[in-house]
């Protein structure tokens, strides 16, 4: 029986055959377009937070000595205000 099993039941073998071959001719290599790489501000999303501007470039902090250390001191907010864990003292 045709039932046993789920889907349409199957084509003759000369229609299956001409139906693959249909396929096959209709199909061309490279149909989408080529995507672009988007440029580093297209990917990232409008609503992203960008943190605080780094304090210096490099591996040395010019003010400290220190070698491999945070780029941005971590408990200073803003103008004279420090933090510590979103609170502000």
Known sequence: S?????????????DQA????????HQTV???PAATAPSAELEQHRDLRRGPKKD?????????GEIGGPKVDPFKAGDGDWQYGGRVT
């Open 18 to 25: 001409e139906f693959d071959n249909l396929l096959k001719s």
């Open 30 to 32: 490279g149909a989408t």
């Open 56 to 64: 210096f470039e490099g591996e040395v902090n010019p003010k400290t």
């Open 2 to 14: 045709s039932f046993t099993r789920p889907g349409p039941p199957p084509l003759p073998a000369s």
